[in-house]
C-alpha cells in the first residue's frame, strides 16, 4: 500500500486517540525543570573546586617546574 493511500484511509478513519499520556502534559515540563534544576545545583556545589586546593597546587607546580618557562 502507497503512502498517499495509507494516509486516505487513516483520514477516511477520522481522529482518534491512539495512546494516552500516562499524565497531562504540562507535568512532563515540570519533570524536565526540576531535572535540569538539580543538575544546575549539582553543577553550582562543584564551583571552585580547584581552587579549594591551591596551596597544593602551587606546591606541586614549583616542585615540577611549572614556573620555568
Known amino acids: 500500500m502507497s ?4 494516509i486516505a484511509v487513516a483520514s477516511e478513519e477520522g481522529a ?3 495512546n494516552e ?3 497531562p502534559a504540562p507535568v512532563f ?4 525543570f526540576a531535572a535540569f534544576t538539580a543538575l544546575a545545583i549539582v553543577t553550582f556545589a562543584f564551583r571552585d573546586v580547584a581552587n579549594r586546593h591551591s596551596p597544593k597546587a602551587e606546591a606541586y607546580a614549583r616542585e615540577h617546574g611549572a614556573d620555568q618557562h
Open 21 to 23: 499520556l500516562p499524565f
Open 16 to 18: 482518534h486517540i491512539v
Open 3 to 6: 503512502l498517499l493511500a495509507t
Open 29 to 32: 515540563g515540570l519533570i524536565t
